[in-house]
């Protein structure tokens, strides 16, 4: 995937809506030692948001989990299972400077990507299929489907033979409040 445009709103000086950024985000990520590739569009801080058209909270290194009372939007591409699965550790799967993914992955034997973030998920497919893993279950989605991740512990397994796109929208939630 060459990027993801990304389309920002805002107000002109006389107050009327306009575009104001039209062109590829400039998040865009790539783990090396997998090929996922992970492209943020928007980060915000607190609920409510304030709506500012020109600050979109993704610069500075990156973070898997949504801030504190925040959100974060993304898209991720996951490339095939077999072209890193089994050669990689959990060390690196890891985005230089994220403090969120010490405390997210698990390190499960299983899978070196097993991770968990406080926040609920919505992952909706965009392109390819994609098998979501949880420690008792698995599904596999497809185009337009939708999951709803509440603070699980969970992987995403690409089987097929071409990468799938997820966007993905998480927003910061008090996990210890969750039911067991």
Do not use: K
């Not at 104001?20 to 790539?30: A, I, K, M, N, W």
């Not at 607190?46 to 959100?71: M, V």
């Not at 095939?80 to 990689?88: A, F, I, S």
């Not at 403090?99 to 899978?111: D, K, M, P, Q, V």
């Amino acid at each position: 995937m060459a990027g993801i445009r990304r389309i920002v709103t805002g107000h002109s000086d006389d107050g009327a809506s306009c575009i104001v950024e039209d062109g590829l985000s400039p998040h865009r990520r790539v783990r090396e030692a997998t090929g996922l590739v992970v492209t943020d569009l928007w980060r915000t801080t607190a609920a409510p948001a304030t709506p500012t058209p020109h600050d979109d909270g993704c610069s500075g290194p990156y973070e898997l989990a949504p801030p504190r009372g925040g959100t974060v939007v993304r898209v991720v591409e996951f490339p095939p299972d077999r072209n890193w699965l089994g050669r990689v550790g959990v060390d690196d799967l890891r985005f230089e400077g994220d403090e969120s993914a010490s405390e997210a992955f698990t390190g499960n034997a299983a899978r070196p990507d097993m991770h968990r973030t406080s926040s609920v998920d919505y992952a909706i497919v965009l392109d390819g299929e994609i098998v979501a893993v949880l420690e008792r279950d698995e599904t596999t989605m497809h185009p337009g489907d939708v999951l709803v991740q509440c603070a699980t512990v969970h992987a995403w397994s690409n089987r097929a033979d071409r990468p799938c796109s997820v966007a993905f929208v998480l927003v910061d939630a008090d996990a210890g409040a969750q039911a067991p």
